[in-house]
């Protein structure tokens, strides 16, 4: 394995594979705080020309954490498809790259290789790309899950409703929720981060959103999104569940300081397949986000995208419906503005959506990071355009429990109208049927929550 | 003629010399301001709605709309919020506002906001000169360690700081309890109390510090208490009250209850998750677990 590159008469060495890794990565907070990062602009070109050598194979055998001591490490190496790997493994990272990019690789033949790649061959070939070539890959990607309606499919853009309130007042919550189905928003899911961590709480929420979506007949799906096994417990007190939710990290350590490990989350699932409500097949909701390995000091001196990817390899062991990375929420020393915070957005998405997952992102910024609103929208329109499964959205883009600014009820329809798309199609044509929208324009009850009972 | 230039020509009887679009029609009419669809201003029904809404969230729901986007008012109402926000975060302590206050002043090794905001570790910890400078003036083996600093929001920390300080001291010192000598430290996060409590040799450490603003406000102040203050403790060994401002924990209260907490801790001699807070009464949900009431929204902005 070559470790040295030489630029304009320098020559730059690296230790191994997880310091081309990280030296490779674009600028990020987080990296620079890690002390991971490349010097200088010329030797992350180094990084990046040693990288793009490196087979997918060699990539393979150099987890960036050992699986000696990790199980999300031996997870991704025990379940990984053989035969979608043997189809790409001699390609080098360069040779990959150029392959996602040829317009003869179809969003199907990229869907055939996912189960064989792992989380640091995804982060590897992301650094080699530019913002819009992550686009256009991601747009080609075809991920499609279904739980009570079609997630994913081409010309559709979908939202997560957002309807939290600071201490989960039930009329509250309710009352969020009937204006932003009346902007065409949550057909991905009408999830609450609740306030209180309790059985009894999560339950009363599902119960109050399933009458609401049952009076009313919305077809989609609901989740609170307390912890695991809260909602485990939940369960057990017999409520409606469409949805379990987790936040997941990319290494064992970090996880343990999520209170999950892999042992727990397959439970979990066992025990959603058997009692969650939705038809599924996919019935699990996931959260990720660069920087939180790190956050607890668990991230093995490995760079924040590569920590990232790994989330997604322990996502895609349970085909979930929804996985997001929230993406501006862990705040400036870990994606300082708004640059970095558009950069690592496109780079979850393409990384999720390359490795099988229905990507979306909550694309936002909490009120130390340097972004403007205007980069924030402009960022939505990008995800839109890359083909992201969907965005969140809540009153005004304002989150009054969590204190962070994401997107607008007002947000989802005018990016859906700018770029041509559509609700998933159940939903769309819920919509219709009750005059909120009229095909793909605003209908007469546009905005009206007198619609919803 | 060349082959694209035939092209071009054929190109060009096809469409037409026609421009792509018609002349615009003229003279326009004048032209109605459009109504903002602000479903809950209509009359009945709709009243209710809003006056429900506001009985319960304090969401911006029902804001109306003008096409998919937002009216005016509100966008100017969300900018104005969004600069409270942003004003709170970028905000420094002045170098002699601690003087004006009687205060001892300290720095992190943060060298700049920038810094302080990219460099959590930095914040953490007293510059050398602060800390030999702290070790000489500072009362040493105390009960409790006062400390007021910056956090998230400076304007905070200037704003209902001092009095939060001040009945806080009180409070204690009614106790019965042993005071430090009172600090304010700039470009400073939560964990900096294990260091400036532990050259204090105090039994427990409280910071008071600016949190991080939302939109709309940047007024409100944490306190965090850990018992034992020494530089490597973690989260999981501190309690904290959040929300205290006018709207919310007013500092008065929140000073009753922080003296409680840390008469609970030197009586239990520890904090954080060890700490039983069944056995201290009064506390008022401190320790972390009281939920965050709904903030009113002040209108920011007027438009007759």
């Known amino acids: ?453 | 003629m060349s082959r694209t230039r035939r092209m071009i020509e054929e190109l060009r009887t096809e469409l037409g010399e026609q421009s792509p679009l018609p002349d615009p029609v003229a003279p326009v009419a004048p032209i109605e301001p459009p109504p903002v669809r602000v479903n809950p201003r209509a009359p009945l029904k709709d009243a209710r709605f809003a006056a429900q809404a506001a009985e319960h969230t304090t969401a911006l729901v029902g804001v109306g709309r003008v096409g998919t986007r937002y009216a005016t008012e509100v966008v100017l109402q969300f900018q104005a919020e969004l600069a409270v926000a942003h004003g709170a975060v970028g905000a420094v302590l002045p170098d002699d506002w601690a003087e004006q206050q009687g205060l001892v002043f300290l720095s992190t090794r943060v060298a700049s906001h920038r810094e302080f905001l990219l460099r959590p570790d930095l914040g953490r910890r007293l510059h050398p000169e602060s800390a030999t400078r702290w070790e000489a003036e500072c009362a040493k083996d105390i009960d409790i360690q006062p400390i007021l600093a910056d956090g998230l929001s400076a304007v905070a920390c200037m704003g209902a700081g001092p009095e939060l300080l001040a009945h806080f001291i009180g409070q204690c010192e009614g106790r019965g309890l042993r005071v430090g000598t009172p600090v304010v430290s700039r470009f400073s996060r939560v964990w900096l109390q294990d260091e400036i409590g532990q050259i204090a040799r105090a039994k427990v450490a409280c910071i008071l510090l600016g949190e991080r603003p939302g939109l709309g406000t940047g007024d409100g102040l944490s306190a965090y208490m850990v018992y034992d203050p020494k530089v490597g403790r973690t989260d999981g060994e501190r309690n904290m009250i959040s929300n205290i401002h006018a709207r919310g924990i007013v500092p008065a209260d929140a000073a009753e209850r922080l003296a409680r907490l840390a008469g609970g801790m030197l009586d239990q001699k520890t904090s954080g998750v060890d700490l039983d807070l069944s056995k201290i009464p009064g506390l008022g949900g401190a320790g972390g677990t009281a939920l965050r009431e709904p903030q009113v929204r002040k209108r920011l902005v007027s438009i007759p």
């Open chain 1, 1 to 453: 394995m070559k470790l040295s590159a030489t630029i304009r008469g320098s020559t730059y060495t690296f230790a191994d594979l997880r310091e081309v890794l990280a030296k490779a990565n674009p600028p990020k907070s987080g990296d620079d705080l890690a002390g991971l990062s490349a010097s200088d602009p010329v030797e992350r070109v180094a990084a990046r020309a040693v990288l793009s050598e490196i087979s997918l194979a060699q990539l393979r055998e150099n987890p960036v954490v050992p699986y000696e001591i990790d199980e999300i490490t031996r997870l991704v190496e025990d379940d990984l498809d053989e035969q979608a790997f043997r189809a790409v493994k001699h390609l080098s990272v360069a040779e990959f790259r150029q392959w996602l990019l040829d317009d003869r690789t179809s969003g199907e033949a990229m869907r055939s290789v996912a189960a064989g790649l792992t989380p640091e061959m995804a982060s590897a070939v992301c650094k080699l790309m530019s913002n819009l070539d992550l686009m256009v890959v991601g747009a080609k990607a075809q991920v499609v899950v279904r739980a009570n309606t079609t997630l994913g499919l081409p010309g559709r853009f979908s939202s997560r409703l957002q309807p939290n309130h600071p201490t989960d007042s039930v009329e509250g919550i309710l009352l969020s929720t009937r204006e932003g189905l009346s902007y065409g928003c949550g057909d991905a899911v009408i999830g609450v981060n609740p306030a209180t961590d309790t059985p009894e709480s999560t339950a009363e929420i599902l119960s109050a959103l399933d009458d609401l979506m049952k009076r009313n007949g919305v077809p989609t799906q609901h989740c609170v999104l307390s912890h695991v096994t809260v909602q485990m417990k939940a369960l057990d007190l017999g409520c409606p569940m469409d949805l379990m939710f987790q936040s997941l990290a990319g290494s064992e350590k970090a996880n343990d300081a999520f209170g999950i490990s892999v042992a727990l989350m397959d439970e979990a699932y066992e025990k959603m397949r058997a009692k969650g409500t939705a038809k599924g097949p996919n019935c699990m909701y996931f959260e990720t986000g660069q920087g939180s390995a790190l956050s607890s000091d668990a991230h093995h001196d490995a760079d924040q995208l590569t920590m990232e990817a790994r989330c997604y390899g322990f996502a895609r062991r349970y085909k979930p419906f929804l996985v997001n990375t929230v993406v501006g929420f862990i705040g400036p020393e870990y994606l300082e503005d708004g640059p970095q915070i558009t950069r690592a957005a496109l780079e979850d998405h393409f990384m999720g959506k390359l490795l099988g997952l229905p990507m979306g992102c909550d694309a936002c910024f909490t009120y130390h990071a340097r972004m403007s609103q205007d980069e924030l929208e402009s960022l939505k329109v990008l995800l839109g355009a890359a083909g992201c499964t969907y965005l969140m959205s809540m009153p005004v883009g304002d989150d009054i429990m969590l204190n962070y600014q994401s997107t607008s009820y007002h947000d989802v329809p005018s990016v859906r109208g700018l770029l041509g798309k559509r609700p998933t199609p159940e939903f769309d044509a819920w919509l219709s049927s009750v005059g909120i929208m009229d095909g793909d324009k605003p209908g007469e009850r546009f905005g009206d929550v007198r619609v919803l009972r």
